[in-house]
Nanobody, 115 residues
């Protein structure tokens, strides 16, 4: 079993920056992909960004150039640095780990961007 715990969400003004983190624990195997998804008010869960253990990244188009994903494999931790935040980035951000066809999710951390 794998546990994911997010941290770092909060309230930020439009144009500001915020970093969220996710620490994974439990039976973690390689290869794996860790990443972030989000769910805004009234919306479904959508991709933000993912990163493989070898460093390959994938970003959703609206996040390119504003968000940066990184990870520390030794700490089984993934980060999401968000800048130039917009009110439409307001959402619960969920950490995800995918390995050998199994998906694990954190409980989410809320990010609110005020205008």
């Amino acid at each position: 079993q794998v546990q994911l715990v997010e941290s770092g969400g909060g309230l930020v003004q439009a144009g500001g920056s915020l970093r969220v983190s996710c620490a994974a624990s439990g039976n973690i195997f390689l290869p794996n992909t860790m990443g972030w998804f989000r769910q805004g008010p009234g919306n479904g869960r959508e991709l933000v960004a993912t990163m493989t253990d070898l460093g390959r990244t994938n970003y959703a188009e609206p996040m390119k150039g504003r968000f940066t994903i990184s990870r520390d494999n030794a700490k089984n931790t993934v980060y999401l640095e968000m800048s130039s935040l917009k009110p439409e980035d307001t959402a619960v951000y969920f950490c995800n780990l995918m390995s050998f066809g199994r998906n694990y999710w954190g409980k989410g951390t809320r990010v609110t961007v005020s205008s």
